[in-house]
Nanobody, 123 residues
């Protein structure tokens, strides 16, 4: 059974940067798309970014140009580099494994989730 473990969250001032990491167990990592979602208090979980098996990336409009998703298949790890952070980026960030090789923006297309890591951006 796959396990996803996020790290790298924390408290940062507006305009700052953080890099999230998600380490995955299991042998299917390289053949699956991976995604990042986030959930702020009182709000629904929302799509942030995804990367398919070959490295093609897709971003939510709210983070485009500021966030970069990447993956290292040799390390079974996916990353989310977050720059120019804003207070509205404050949320718990979740790493997720897609059911297939190509990315989707819907949470229902993902079959494994990490425990989440808190990102807090102060103004």
């Amino acid at each position: 059974q796959v396990q996803l473990v996020e790290s790298g969250g924390g408290l940062v001032q507006a305009g700052g940067s953080l890099r999230l990491s998600c380490a995955a167990s299991g042998r299917t990592f390289s053949s699956r798309a991976m995604g990042w979602f986030r959930q702020a208090p009182g709000k629904e979980r929302e799509f942030v970014a995804a990367i398919n098996w070959s490295g093609s990336m897709y971003y939510a409009d709210s983070v485009k140009g500021r966030f970069t998703i990447s993956r290292d298949n040799a390390k079974n790890t996916v990353y989310l580099q977050m720059n120019s952070l804003k207070p509205e980026d404050t949320a718990v960030y979740y790493c997720a494994r897609c059911k297939g090789s190509y990315y989707y923006t819907l949470a229902g297309e993902y079959d494994a989730w990490g425990q989440g890591t808190q990102v807090t951006v102060s103004s």
